[in-house]
């Protein structure tokens, strides 16, 4: 079975622009959250989504948003870039997302913002 | 609130030597912890987690880890280091049900 896959695999950006990342889950799987991670640093929660709804949300601000759709795949919008905002951005699916579920992660989305 | 603390940013060890990554959560309720290991330019991998079973977990490719509530700790090991082991560790605990809140990593290295 496949597993986690994003796209696209990197993208460069300039400050001020919009980015669109996408993430399609494990078949079966229900929950996708989003996670950022900055070079030499752990990942961060951002955005977990079940059922199409929004479960969780991490300290990050309002330019940042997501939605997952009715096959479950997601994308997370990230406007008026900074570049504070250049970081490998995960995608994680489990089957129910309940806290003993195991999050399986993509290979992530490289964002550079110049 | 739930935390994890790694401490040591970079262990060295001998290929066939043991290792050991330390990680020191804090949580108001009993815990779930994970160890993940992330390769050069990938994902994350689960190696092994708790769940409020067994203390001692095993995990894949040889590592285990052990919950010790008295002490707060969930340290990872592996009897013997193999040169593939190399790669990033990260410990982490469950937040508000669902979210991962993952330590600040551990780099693995292992010399021949």
């Known amino acids: 079975d496949a597993g986690v896959t994003q796209s696209p695999t990197h993208l460069i950006k300039t400050r001020g622009q919009h980015v669109t990342l996408r993430c399609s889950p494990i078949?079966?799987?229900?929950?996708v959250s989003w996670y950022q991670q900055v070079l030499g640093q752990g990942p961060q929660f951002i955005f977990q989504?079940?059922?199409?709804?929004?479960?969780g949300r991490g300290n990050f601000p309002d330019r940042f948003s997501a939605r997952q759709f009715p096959n479950y795949s997601s994308e997370l919008n990230v406007n008026a870039l900074l570049l504070g905002d250049s970081a490998l951005y995960l995608c994680a699916s489990s089957l129910d997302g309940v806290a003993t579920d195991t999050q399986y992660f993509g290979p992530g989305t490289r964002l550079t913002v110049l | 609130a739930q935390s994890v603390t790694q401490l040591g940013s970079h262990v060295s060890v001998s290929e066939g030597a043991l290792v050991l990554l330390r990680c020191n959560y804090s949580s108001s309720v009993p815990p779930y912890l994970f160890w993940y290991v992330q390769y050069p330019n990938q994902g994350l991998q689960l190696l092994l987690k708790?769940?409020?079973?067994?203390?001692l977990v095993k995990g894949i490719n040889g590592f285990e880890a052990e919950f010790k509530k008295s002490e707060t700790s969930f340290h990872l090991t592996k009897p013997s280091a193999h040169m593939s082991d190399a790669a990033e560790y990260f410990c982490a605990v469950i937040k508000a049900g669902t979210a991962l809140i993952f330590g600040k990593g551990t780099t693995l290295s292992v010399s021949s």
């Open positions: 989504y079940y059922e199409k709804e929004e479960r």
């Open positions: 708790y769940t409020s079973a067994a203390t």
């Open positions: 078949s079966g799987h229900k929950s």
